[in-house]
């Protein structure tokens, strides 16, 4: 059983500044990519990251997406963070088979 755990995430005042990693586990094989989503209430979940490609353009600048393959892990690290920032943040992954994966979500909360 493929499990995606996460952490990182948290409260941060505006400007300041988190790091999420996430690693995948269990009977795995190749993965083709991991990558990060968000998620506010009422929102459909929007492409943050990838390692295929690097970050979305709205968060350019300010986001960086890295991975160690050897420990099958992903991390987002985020700067500059502003309160439209606020979101749930789930991991992703696409297995060897095009299997996708999910995380269970971190909140990460930008506020003053």
């Known amino acids: 059983q493929v499990q995606l755990v996460e952490s990182g995430g948290g409260l941060v005042q505006p400007g300041g500044s988190l790091r999420l990693s996430c690693t995948a586990s269990?009977?795995?094989?190749?993965?083709?990519?991991m990558g990060w989503y968000r998620q506010t209430p009422g929102k459909a979940r929007e492409l943050v990251a990838r390692?295929?490609?690097g970050v979305s353009d709205s968060v350019k600048g300010r986001f960086t997406v890295s991975r160690d393959t050897a420990k099958n892990t992903v991390y987002l690290q985020m700067n500059s963070l502003k309160p439209e920032d606020t979101a749930v943040y789930y991991c992703?992954?696409?297995?060897?088979?095009?299997?996708?994966?999910w995380g269970q979500g971190t909140q990460v909360t930008v506020s003053s």
């Open positions: 992703y992954m696409q297995a060897w088979d095009y299997s996708e994966f």
């Open positions: 269990g009977s795995i094989g190749r993965i083709n990519l």
């Open positions: 390692t295929s490609t």
